[in-house]
């Protein structure tokens, strides 16, 4: 027996499982230099607790691309998946625009003057 519910349930018997909604997101692939793993960087909107002014912040996540098609600059659809590794909780769904070669070009300068900045 169950507790106060006077029901009797069977020891191999189990609940229906309800699908949980996986979150989604969209964002830009800003590194694709891993085998299987493009990192996603993904802007949002927040106004500052003080100032009142809106904020763009970004976030960057780290997401399983299974067939290496992504490219930097694409725009993308990541699914929240079950952790994959250490880093890796979201999985590419659809790629929703490709990068053009300007694109690309600008994605990969400004990664580059990071780089020297952080140098």
């Not at 976030?59 to 990541?78: M, P, Q, T, W």
């Not at 300007?102 to 990071?114: K, T």
Request: proline share 4%.
């Amino acid at each position: 027996m169950d507790g106060h519910t006077g029901e009797t349930r069977e020891p191999g018997a189990t609940q229906p499982q309800r699908q949980k909604r996986r979150l989604t997101k969209v964002g830009r692939v800003v590194s694709d230099k891993m085998d299987k793993s493009v990192v996603v960087a993904v802007d949002y909107w927040r106004r500052h607790p003080l100032y009142k002014k809106t904020v763009r912040r970004t976030s960057k996540f780290y997401a399983h691309d299974e067939y290496n098609l992504c490219r930097i600059g694409d725009l993308v659809l990541i699914e929240e998946t079950r952790p994959i590794s250490k880093l890796k909780r979201w999985v590419v769904r659809q790629i929703l625009e490709r990068a053009t070669p300007e694109v690309q070009a600008e994605l990969i300068e400004e990664r580059e003057r990071e780089g020297e900045v952080e140098a």
